[in-house]
């Protein structure tokens, strides 16, 4: 296969083309070749909400350079997204499309999760898990086959597996017990897929912060030679110096041929240490989550653009931000309308998915350029300052020879 693998029996739908490698990290710049689209990785992807980013249109997210969003299209309903022909023509979007199992990475699943966690598992896990929809309570039975269906009318370039999902923090028989259901639901995900022809489906890595469990669960879905692999199950306030050796112990046993996407993460300084391991994808609600409560993303940290020093403050967000909203819009004008007006969420938002693209597109320059080690500790002493750079993230680079 090497560096140019080709559209295979077994990944059709999917080319992973590596153009350079970091040869003192684990950090490498792929492309890769969707259906709809050829996406510059490493990635961000912004997450959609309701079939539309939150007060971004398509269009400005093609002009923000983002090759591949994520869909949430939970309150659609199948029979609407049928006859619109796909969520891609049904929201106008005409480049990379990832769709989640289930509702919505940001919350209700973990909720519902929680929710349901007293119920007698025999009940109900057996055979998929209960959801709660968030506009009217009404519960409905998620099983893989359902997911993977459901997926398959959305019509995503790539679509993930339905899984057992538990807390990071959760440890013993049930994470345990939750790994190997993820592996039996993927089977039943790859039975049910319909259109491998124009659709990749991801498997998820299970195991939380045991090592043991990581490794078999690698084990087993390599096995079944999937397009993509993501890592699943952290970001869920363990413990960062955990997180970093499972993202790491991940990417050295996933084939290198395939894309590696790392769930729920997108704090910048997490997204530099990823690549760093040698991760290709993350998606994250947070820039524009925090975008609502008028808290724009820099590179010296987030600026919370309420505070009363920016009432007369006539500089853009970042001087050296060339988004829509730094180009037209100044802090103090931001200051009067975040958090009361629709405006300043969308201004904020378009700041902030412009931040996340500009920092991958720097770290993937950089890895180009045979500069990424620079890159890093430039950024890190930006960010946190010289001498208050956090452990684990001297840690976490120091494991991949950059010494901070
Ligand atoms: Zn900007």
């Not at 490493?42 to 090759?67: A, N, R, Y």
């Not at 057992?164 to 897929?193: F, N, Q």
Request: hydrophobic letters at 40%.
């Amino acid at each position: 296969m090497g560096s140019h693998a080709p559209f295979s029996a077994r990944s059709p739908a999917l080319r992973l083309e590596i153009v350079a490698q970091c040869p003192t990290t684990k950090a490498r710049v792929t492309r890769m070749h969707l259906p709809h689209f050829v996406a510059d990785m490493p990635m961000f992807m912004p997450v959609g909400t309701q079939g539309t980013m939150k007060g971004l249109t398509t269009q400005q997210l093609e002009d923000l350079d983002c090759h591949v969003i994520l869909g949430n299209t939970y309150h659609l309903g199948q029979a609407l997204l049928d006859e619109a022909q796909g969520l891609h023509k049904f929201m106008n979007w005409n480049r990379g499309l990832l769709t989640a199992s289930s509702i919505d990475s940001g919350g209700f699943q973990m909720v519902s999760l929680l929710k349901l966690a007293e119920i007698t598992e025999a009940s109900w896990m057996a055979d998929g898990v209960e959801f709660e929809a968030p506009h009217d309570g009404s519960r409905m039975l998620l099983t893989p086959e359902k997911s993977i269906d459901l997926q398959n009318s959305i019509g995503a370039d790539i679509m993930m597996q339905l899984d057992d999902v538990v807390s990071s923090l959760t440890t013993g028989p049930r994470l345990e017990e939750a790994m190997y259901r993820s592996i039996r639901w993927l089977d039943r995900c790859i039975k049910a897929h319909k259109r491998p022809q124009e659709q990749n489906l991801f498997g998820i890595i299970q195991g939380g912060l045991e090592p043991a469990l990581r490794r078999i669960c690698i084990d087993e879905m390599v096995k079944r030679d999937l397009p993509g692999y993501a890592i699943g199950g952290l970001s869920g306030g363990e413990e960062k110096d955990q997180f970093w050796r499972i993202v790491t112990l991940c990417t050295d046993l996933l084939p290198k041929d395939k894309p590696r996407y790392c769930m729920g993460v997108g704090y910048a300084e997490d997204l530099v240490v990823c690549s760093a391991l040698g991760v290709d994808m993350f998606d994250c609600v947070f820039p524009t989550r925090t975008a609502r409560f008028g808290n724009a993303l820099t590179a010296s940290g987030p600026m919370v653009l309420r505070q009363t020093q920016y009432e007369h403050d006539y500089r853009p967000i970042e001087e050296d931000c060339d988004c829509l909203t730094c180009k037209g819009y100044t802090r103090a004008y931001l200051h009067t309308v975040v958090t009361k007006e629709t405006i300043g969420c969308h201004l904020v938002s378009i700041h902030n998915i412009s931040y996340q693209m500009r920092l991958m597109r720097g770290i993937r320059e950089s890895i180009i350029a045979g500069t990424f080690p620079e890159f890093v500790r430039t950024f890190m002493v930006k960010r946190f300052g010289e001498g208050n750079i956090p452990q684990w993230i001297v840690n976490a680079m120091q494991s991949v020879n950059i010494y901070l």
